[in-house]
């Protein structure tokens, strides 16, 4: 019988041969024989871009990754989402998945695939949403992959009410408007400030991971009690231009509380 664990994907699922089969292949590099996993109309959505559709597009969505030295890998077992048909032929699954490109730190995102008599229909990769009760690094994780999808709305849900944001201070990538520039106290325009970015074509990449820091890179905003703090390096760039920056993180009670963005003076030259 398929496993019962109070986490999901913490055992294998023996039911959801389908997908564990095809991420087996796939982790081996064996794309064609994984290929044979999924219907003939298949839909997928990749974590950033358009869907693709059809098995024969998806076989050049599979080579175009590896070229681009993309790289995927489960960070937790496939888990049954509701209940399969009588037959268990169809199904909803999901795992949790780590995802990377090349020269930057990776995202941790959910991938969901939907299986009908025997063969994937569907596909989707997309970042979790916030919820109560995360643990402080898994709030971060999940606010950096829905900032990366440009899912701004969902991404200041990891926010605090009070949180504090200080933006980055670099008029050559992003000139704010008056009302934006100082540290900012309210998630309306806290999102404001992120629409406005991404339509100017403001673009952030992570070169590390979140890491744990102190209280003394919060500068001259005060820490909360009970809070940690962390830190990520980021290239933040518009056009030609870009930047290194450090973004300082506190997070209290499973939201983050402080966003702070400093230049990274240890940085190599970009």
């Not at 994984?34 to 109309?41: M, T, W, Y």
């Not at 990377?100 to 596909?123: C, D, H, R, W, Y």
Request: aromatic share 8%.
């Amino acid at each position: 019988m398929g496993c019962q664990s109070t986490k999901p994907g913490a055992q294998e699922d023996d039911r959801l041969i389908v997908v564990n089969q095809c991420a087996d292949l796939m982790k081996q590099g064996k794309f064609l024989e994984a290929l044979e996993h999924f219907g003939p109309d298949v839909t997928w959505q990749p974590f950033n871009g358009p869907v693709i559709s059809g098995r024969d597009n998806l076989q050049a969505h599979f080579e175009n990754n590896r070229k681009e030295g993309i790289k995927r890998h489960g960070l937790t077992h496939w888990w049954m989402e509701g209940k399969p048909s009588k037959d268990g032929k169809s199904y909803v699954a999901k795992r949790q998945v780590s995802y990377q490109k090349a020269e930057f730190a990776p995202f941790k995102v959910l991938q969901t695939m939907e299986v009908k008599n025997g063969l994937i229909s569907k596909t989707v990769v997309e970042a979790a949403e916030w919820e109560p009760n995360l643990e402080p690094e898994e709030v971060l994780s999940r606010f950096a992959s829905l900032r990366a999808q440009s899912r701004n709305e969902d991404a200041v849900k990891c926010l605090a009410r009070d949180c504090e944001w200080k933006p980055f201070d670099c008029p050559e990538i992003f000139a704010p408007p008056d009302e934006l520039k100082e540290v900012l106290k309210d998630l309306l325009k806290i999102q404001n400030l992120l629409n406005l970015q991404a339509e100017r074509n403001v673009v952030r990449e992570a070169k590390s991971d979140w890491q744990a820091g102190d209280v003394s890179m919060l500068g001259e905003i005060s820490p909360k009690a009970g809070g940690k703090v962390f830190f990520r390096k980021l290239v933040i760039s518009c056009g030609e231009i870009s930047r290194p920056f450090l973004q300082v993180a506190q997070v209290h009670s499973g939201q983050i509380v402080t966003i702070i963005h400093n230049t990274d003076d240890n940085a190599d030259h970009v």
